[in-house]
């Protein structure tokens, strides 16, 4: 027999890669956690390709990743699910939804969720909450409206999960959040791109999103009978003004842009202080341009909460000790869904198999592209925006940043490109917001899936259009 050479070596660990990514998929798809079987996922591939590297790779990397990654941002996680659980319980989430209802009228239901998704979204309302939130008023207007319900994952996955999650400049979503650190920018970052990015998202996304609509009322298909998870009809209840309602959203969004000025000028490039402990304590050193965007968010966060327990504490307080026990709990599950999918990530980034993806990426020449590909190919691999992207930059930030300054490229640019190539192609049946919005509305991947995969193709093209843009008009 010839020789196994390191070449061919190469190809079977890509092979065993590819394995574990579809073992993922595939037990994901059939609805079982992620968190148990991210893991499971990895160290097989590295069972198949180095026994003896099974149990250094679990401590060393893939608990490594995932406890660095919480460390960083889940109280971006927890403060967004307190402040979407206390927008919920206070009655200021269906004030928006119905105010939105009159001004867009019940038979537009599918830009009325929408746009209900993009404000919460934009306002800092973490996407998972925003599906438990939104859902109940969604299936209500389909219901009504006799629109088929298995529309209605693909309805929120647009308002939540696509422009206003990482293209609208300023959102403090944690996928604007995360290039801040490796490009030295901030969540305004390339507004104009991102904006006209945004538009082109929510225009052909609607246009889809009805095109669904009319296909199946041509077919005579209605909302759908013998359905799981379906919410009591909403009746309405004395809600508060929608002004009131709007002001702790406005305000995250006003404040994190003020603490993303004041945070650098207040603490310097660094900022060093000594534990007042026995002993000679090294003293804690951190940069701040690398975590001043997420301070930011979380001051703006506290900022919302403190907004609505000020206007609504009544309202709220009877259910404060249970509610925010469900936010934390629900913080808990999709800080470790990412997490566990970013450990995932990080140990298939670590073996050989890996070089054969990161070769094919790193031969395409220009520097946005060049990006825009790997970003949203490793988010894919992951199943996670948030993941992939911390992934494709912590490996190759460097050599984006050097091919852009040698192009002229700005990094507002480079960051806002890895900002929304990040929410592309992530949305893959393992998802963890994906896995989450079809069982909040009872309906199987079969079943919607395959409009939330559109909604994702869409975003994905937006990532190129704002590349073409900013190549022919130089607009940033």
Known sequence: MPAVVPEEIRRMSFLIVLAALCFLMFVAYRGYSVILFAPVAALGAVLLTDPSLVAPMFTGLFMDKMVGFLKLYFPVFLLGAVFGKLIEISGFSKSIVAATLRVFGPERAMLSIVTVCALLTYGGVSLFVVVFAVYPFAAELFRQNDIPKRLIPGTIALGAFTFTMDALPGTPQIQNIIPTAFFGTNTWAAPWLGTIGGIFILTLGLAYLQWRRRAALAKGEGYGDNLLNEPEPFRGTRLPHPAVALLPLVLVGV????????????????????????????????EVPKIAAIWAVEGALLVGIATVLVFAWRSVAALFAEGTKAAVGGSLLASMNTASEYGFGAVIAALPGFLVVANALGSIPD???????????LAGITGSASGGMSIALAAMSETFIANA????????????????????????????????????????????YGDIFAITVIKTLAVFLIIGVFYAFGIV
């Not at 994190?256 to 000679?280: C, D, R, S």
């Not at 520097?367 to 190919?377: C, G, H, M, R």
């Open 405 to 448: 300054n040698a192009a002229g490229i700005p990094m507002e640019v480079l960051h806002r490109v890895a900002s929304m190539a990040s929410g592309g192609m992530d949305t893959l049946p393992h998802n963890g917001a994906v896995i989450t919005l079809l069982a909040v509305t009872g309906l199987t991947h079969r079943q919607a």
């Open 367 to 377: 520097p946005l592209i060049n990006e825009a590909i790997t970003v949203t190919a």
């Open 255 to 286: 404040a994190n842009k003020v603490f993303t000025v004041l945070i650098p000028q207040w603490y310097g490039a660094t900022h060093e202080f000594v534990p007042a402990v026995m002993g000679n304590a090294a003293p804690v050193v951190q």
